[in-house]
């Protein structure tokens, strides 16, 4: 069973920007907290941005004031929208929510990664 599913990502030039999404397509399931994940080749996978239920948001320094974290409840989607990138942004980004279903929450549900390329 897909828990959630990623979408976005590709190429773009330095200076572009780029939207990520993760979905989570399960009738009555929604996106309850979220976290997004980059890995880059030959580093360990770091953690950039979070979204919890209530609002609080947290940015890596690194993407702090390029990058921004939302949802959108009708599409059950939480999104990365990504400005201002970089050649060191290139890396495969990852989302891993938590989701509601009715009053159960339960957390660690990792997309398959999407892959973003920055260069000129």
């Known amino acids: 069973q897909v828990h959630v599913v990623q979408g976005g990502g590709g190429w773009v030039q330095p200076g572009g920007s780029l939207r990520l999404s993760c979905t989570a397509p399960e009738s009555g399931v929604t996106i309850y907290a979220m976290e997004w994940y980059r890995q880059a080749p030959g580093k360990q996978r770091e953690l950039i941005a979070t979204f919890e239920n209530e609002g609080g948001t947290y940015y890596e320094d690194a993407v702090k004031g390029r990058f921004s974290v939302s949802r959108d409840n009708t599409k059950k989607t939480g999104y990365l929208q990504m400005n201002k990138l970089a050649p060191e942004d290139t890396a495969v980004y990852y989302c891993?929510?938590?989701?509601?279903?009715?009053?159960?929450?339960?957390?660690?549900?990792w997309g398959q990664g999407t892959q973003v390329t920055v260069s000129s």
């Open positions: 891993n929510a938590g989701l509601k279903k009715g009053y159960e929450i339960n957390y660690d549900y």
